[in-house]
């Protein structure tokens, strides 16, 4: 067995991973808050990737560093997906937020076709390359054949952010009022908290980890088109269920062990069932432990 | 009674469908007074603390509040939190704490939301926040001193034995400093030891914190005890209203208890 072979595909699965968590964590948070599958959310990483797009593309045509540029352009794809996740909660989930379950998820459809379109009809269906802002780590040099600086950078960034989710639920008084929401909405209100802002909160937190993601792969990747959301937003729809949906570490769990599996099938068994591991492990984690691997099983009242 | 009631609820009413679950009720409590409300199973008593902490939209009547500090408001239609932010708290008759916290956690929630620093700040971790946040848990711990439940802070609440997390539910009410305090059957399912100990810690409560209390319960001793009056309520209906003593020799009380005799 080649060990440089395995490393890189070690590599290239928890840089999947990553990406996938970072969307996940988003389905995770707001299903563990309002019981909502949110299948608007990849739509959410995509218009990420497409602001970054953008904005990097306009900017480059500047005289600007292009670290500066991707910076800039990561800030505002990051703040302007977050104010759509706080949109569409408003306009298309909090309405029925009394209505039967099935008609937000409904809903949260409509919103997912309804943003492909709108993209697909303001952007083109081609594919649309993003700039290379960035420039080769040297410190990475010793390293390259199998951790690339964008795989790094991935790798990099996902750990920050789970390392700050972690305080901000923990530790803060947002994270205990977003723990008490989901345990019991209605208590939650009865000592004080005003579930609202914190089911936008949730929402603007989980649209701004996603669109991180969708600034991440486009770099990485250097191409999207208005279809990366669909298939990233099942993919981390499903590491969530892997991993128990509801549960953060869960989420990010479920992320990795969706990531190393599709890169090591794709590495050692053929590249043409790629799609086809992840729905494989979503049936198997259907029928062994249908509540994920970190979920809680939900007792049935008698 | 010369004195304005902090809490004034006038014909109050709660429909659902055809059934009237709370029928023209009026109840006035005044301040540092203990009252219960009582009455068969299913008089309406839960329905009309719903209504009170705005869970339910009451259908008629008007529920008004006179904070001891602040102004007078009327509470139809505010939120629950809104409710809870003008002093009034409760607890449930079915225990409802956040069962996966730790037990100083469940409290520290109720006590976050009577200050104010903004999500930034606590990202940011501010000195000021840090501050603010230190000042919550000390007062969080204190209040779990009052009611005696400082050894199991760092357990989670749903590890508490049973009469702790009735207590628990009561400490967490109070860590947002209400001016009114309501109890949904506190006493429901404790041994008599937890119950004269529930008398103690309620009449101190009182006492030490300034605040009224509005109790539910079926436990007639620990009625008796502890309020000064007594409001009994049948289908919705208010039928009697008195000192405990009153209350104890009231025909139509008893009658609806115990029902009619016949051969009277």
């Not at chain 1, 060990?3 to 890189?8: A, G, P, T, V």
């Not at chain 2, 839960?46 to 902490?53: G, I, P, R």
């Not at chain 2, 400490?171 to 109890?183: G, V």
């Amino acid at each position: 067995m080649n060990l440089e072979y395995f490393f890189s595909l070690f590599l290239g699965g928890m840089t999947r991973g990553s990406i996938y968590a970072l969307i996940a964590l988003g389905y995770t948070m707001v299903y563990g808050i309002i019981k909502l599958i949110n299948f608007a959310h990849g739509e959410i990483y995509m218009i990420g990737a497409f602001t970054a797009l953008i904005i990097g593309g306009a900017l480059s045509l500047t005289s600007m560093n292009p670290v500066a540029i991707f910076i800039i352009a990561a800030i505002v794809a990051i703040v302007y997906s977050a104010a759509y996740g706080y949109t569409i909660e408003k306009i298309a989930y909090k309405p029925l937020r009394n209505a039967p379950r099935l008609s937000a998820l409904i809903s949260a459809i409509g919103v997912s076709i309804f943003l492909q379109n709108y993209v697909l009809l303001s952007q083109t269906s081609d594919f649309l390359p993003f700039p290379n802002l960035l420039p080769e780590f040297g410190f990475l040099k010793p390293v390259e054949n199998f951790l690339s600086t964008t795989q790094f950078l991935i790798l990099l960034s996902t750990a920050v952010v789970m390392i700050l989710l972690t305080i901000l639920i923990k530790f803060t008084k947002m994270g205990k009022a977003m723990r008490a929401t989901a345990q019991d909405q209605q208590m939650a209100q009865l000592v004080g908290i005003n579930v609202n802002r914190v089911i936008s909160m949730t929402f603007i937190i989980g649209s701004a980890t996603a669109a991180l993601g969708g600034v991440l792969i486009t770099t990485h990747i250097g191409q999207i088109n208005f279809y990366i959301g669909f298939i990233a937003g099942i993919k981390a729809f499903v590491a969530a269920v892997l991993g128990g949906i509801g549960s953060i570490p869960g989420a990010v769990l479920g992320s990795f062990v969706l990531g190393l599996t599709e890169s090591f099938g794709t590495g050692y068994i053929s590249s043409d069932y790629e799609d086809a591991f992840a729905f494989i492990i979503l049936i198997l984690i259907l029928i062994f432990k249908p509540s994920g691997l970190l979920g809680r099983k939900e007792n049935e009242k008698v | 009674m010369s004195e304005v009631p902090i809490l004034e609820v006038n014909d109050l009413s709660m429909v659902f469908g055809g059934l009237r679950a709370v029928d023209s009720v009026s109840l006035k409590i005044n301040k540092g007074e203990i009252v219960a409300l009582i009455g068969p199973n299913g008089a309406g008593k839960t329905t009309f603390f719903n209504c009170v902490t705005g869970v339910y939209v009451p259908t008629h009547g008007e529920i008004k509040i006179n904070p001891p500090e602040g102004k007078t408001a009327i509470l139809n239609g505010l939120k629950p939190n809104t409710i809870n932010e003008k002093g009034l708290a409760r607890t449930f008759q079915n225990i409802r704490l956040f069962s996966s916290m730790t037990v100083l956690e469940n409290v520290m929630i109720g006590r976050h939301q009577c200050l104010k620093s903004g999500i930034l700040s606590s990202i940011l971790r501010t000195p000021k926040q840090r501050k603010e946040e230190l000042k919550v848990l000390e007062d969080s711990y204190r209040i779990l001193e009052k009611i005696g439940l400082e050894e199991y802070a760092n357990d989670l609440a749903c590890n508490l034995p049973y009469g702790g997390q009735r207590r628990l539910e009561i400490a967490r009410a109070m860590a947002t400093d209400p001016f009114l305090l309501l109890l949904d059957e506190p006493a429901a399912g404790m041994n008599p030891q937890e119950t004269n100990d529930l008398v103690v810690l309620i009449q101190r409560l009182r006492k030490e914190d300034n605040i009224s209390i509005l109790l539910i319960e079926h436990d007639m001793s620990l009625v008796m005890t502890l309020s000064e009056r007594i409001y009994v309520v049948d289908y919705g209906k208010m039928i009697a209203m008195g000192s405990p003593l009153e209350i104890k020799n009231n025909s139509q009380v008893i009658k609806a208890y115990l029902g009619e005799d016949i051969d009277a």
